[in-house]
C-alpha cells in the first residue's frame, strides 16, 4: 500500500481513542457520555463501539455502567511484556557468549 493510497477510517480510529480514554481508569471506570465527549461521538455510535469491543474481551461495563478495559487487552499487554522479557534475556545471553575472554 502506498501512502497516497492511504484513508483513515474514522470508526476505526474511534475505537483506538475508545481504549486510550479507558486507560488507567480501571478503579470506577469512565461513564459512556464521558467517553462519547471525550472521542466526539454520538452515544448510540460509542455504544455500538463499546458492545463491539465488549464482544472482543477488550473492554467490560461495570455495576456502576461505567467501562474500563477488559482482561482481553490487559492480557495482550502482559503477553507483549513476556515476549520482551524473552528478547531481552536472549540478548543478554549473546553478550555474555560473545564478551568472554577466549580460552
Known sequence: M???SFKVNNAQQRICQVLMV???Q???GVAQ?????????????LFNDLRNLQHAGF???????????????????????VGITRMKAR????????SREPR
Not at 457520555?33 to 455510535?45: L, N
Not at 540478548?91 to 560473545?98: G, H, M, T
Open 26 to 28: 480501571e478503579e470506577f
Open 59 to 81: 473492554v467490560e461495563q461495570l455495576e456502576n455502567k461505567c467501562w474500563r478495559l477488559g482482561p482481553r487487552l490487559v492480557q495482550v499487554s502482559n503477553a507483549f511484556h
Open 33 to 45: 457520555s464521558a467517553i462519547a465527549k471525550a472521542v466526539k461521538s454520538s452515544d448510540s455510535r
Open 22 to 24: 479507558l486507560a488507567g
Open 2 to 4: 502506498t501512502p497516497s
Open 91 to 98: 540478548a543478554l545471553e549473546i553478550e555474555q557468549r560473545y
